[in-house]
């Protein structure tokens, strides 16, 4: 069982709050000490970026900071080693590693170092669910769940294949565009999530255009989890000369992200 499952499993009540940022970003000293303090400050799951020069679909925020990463020279292993570091002080908040596909078939033992160093489950843009089996049973075989995104344009038809392949939670991408867009429709996203509930009992989290408190209590309301990645970005960014003032930064979003959570449900 991964930390995944087992964080939903043992509280079923909560709404998750997931935070996104970019390993590497803006310098290597800033990743580890940005983990812990987005955990300090009530984050339940965190998402860790493995910079990729060619995103797909991530906005201007998320861009930026995978080219700061990459050129940190950050690689898959270093990324790796950051998690490890994490896991001396943190046995328990799930990691998942989000990226694209690439990457991972570069590193042919990628399931079993992955293990090792921690993570708990992967998220590939651009890795169908219909070309994903080796990979997955591969993934399974070390305890690491596969999570795969639903997007608005999703068919139902294939909304319940994906559901049918995922693990851990589905990721419910709110809105049609990038990571950071400004046009987020809560009642849209009620509407398709309780569609998708009638295929599966598989958590449901959204991500894309929660920028803040407010956006955070709406999607709190009707999401099994909800996932902030580009405002948790652009304060890093912000805080690039320090990394004391980088965490304390984070620490504060996430205390106000996690208030606006809590109050929603």
Known sequence: MTRIKTYFDDNPERTALISFVTAGDPTLEHTVPALHALVAGGVDILE???????????????????????ANGVTLHMVLDMVRDFRRDNTHTPVVLMGYLNSILAMPDFAAQAQQAGI????????????????????????IDLIFLIAPTTTDERAQLILQRASGFAYYVSLKGITGADHLRTDDVATRLNTLRQYSQLPLCVGFGIKDAATAARVAEVADGVVVGSALVQQLAAHEGSVEQAAAALQSAAQDLRQGVDQAT
């Open 48 to 70: 860790l970026g493995v910079p990729f020069s060619d995103p797909e679909a991530e906005g201007p925020a998320i861009q930026a900071s995978s080219e700061r990463a990459l």
């Open 120 to 143: 708990d489950g992967l998220i590939m843009v651009n890795l169908p669910p219909e070309s994903a089996a080796d990979i997955q049973a591969d993934l399974a075989a070390h305890d």
